[in-house]
């Protein structure tokens, strides 16, 4: 079965904080994408980042970084000096390698970013 | 920077119905997507098309979806009849060469079954 889960439905945090958003899939592909997508209030899905499961090296984007954790399946995804602007959803996606087209999507955190 | 362009932003119709959701994919990708979000739940995938031809379908996707590129931009979504749980937001997506490509989401048509 393939299946993302995203444990933390809400986060709120003061601007400047760091946050972290979990993302845990599942899957029985030993060759698999995963996705991090974030939905701003305006509603469309903007792509982040997408990681192969032969990389598991971490990623750095300016205040975005990704941790990818094959041994504990988690794609983890930290803000650092968290800005209003980065209010949004955050959906976290699987894509298996080759079986299948689809992307598998958690169910999204919200996150809120006070001033 | 190229986009997906989807219309109309909201359509609002009465159940019985039918619509048909507009997409014009990323000029240069081939293959397309169309996915569907319920209020505050998760994206969910209906159907992926390359080659005009639906290369897999969700168990959502039944008989009273379908999908079409009619011209060599567009690719669009028909909802037959309209039930009043095909209320959500309607993403369409492309991605370039191979499925295993990135896929780029359109900003959606937020669907409305009155």
């Known amino acids: 079965a393939q299946k993302v889960t995203q444990a933390q439905t809400e986060i709120s945090v003061v601007e400047k904080e760091d946050v972290t958003l979990d993302c845990v899939y599942e899957?029985?592909?030993?060759?698999?994408?995963l996705f991090w997508y974030k939905q701003p209030p305006s509603g469309e899905l903007v792509f982040l980042i997408r990681r192969n499961s032969f990389d598991e090296q971490n990623e750095i984007s300016g205040r975005y970084s990704w941790n990818f954790q094959k041994s504990t399946s988690s794609f983890n995804f930290t803000i650092t000096a968290s800005q209003v602007v980065d209010s949004a959803v955050y959906f976290c996606?699987?894509?298996?390698?080759?079986?299948?087209?689809?992307?598998?999507f958690g169910t999204g955190t919200r996150l809120k970013v006070l001033a | 920077e190229p986009e997906v362009t989807q219309t109309p932003s909201h359509q609002v119709t009465q159940m019985g119905q039918e619509v048909i959701l507009r997409c014009v994919p990323i000029?240069?990708?081939?293959?397309f997507y169309w996915y569907r979000q319920i209020l505050g739940q998760k994206v969910e995938f209906l159907v992926s098309f390359y080659n005009n031809e639906i290369s897999e379908k969700s168990e959502i996707f039944d008989d009273q979806f379908s999908v079409e590129r009619p011209d060599g931009s567009n690719f669009t979504l028909k909802i037959r009849s309209t039930k009043l749980e095909d209320s959500a937001m309607y993403f369409c997506?492309?991605?370039?060469?191979?499925?295993?490509?990135?896929?780029?989401f359109g900003p959606g048509t937020r669907l409305t079954v009155l």
């Open positions: 000029s240069n990708h081939l293959y």
């Open positions: 997506a492309s991605s370039e060469q191979t499925a295993t490509d990135t896929q780029y």
């Open positions: 996606a699987l894509s298996p390698f080759g079986r299948t087209y689809k992307y598998i």
């Open positions: 899957t029985r592909d030993t060759t698999y994408y």
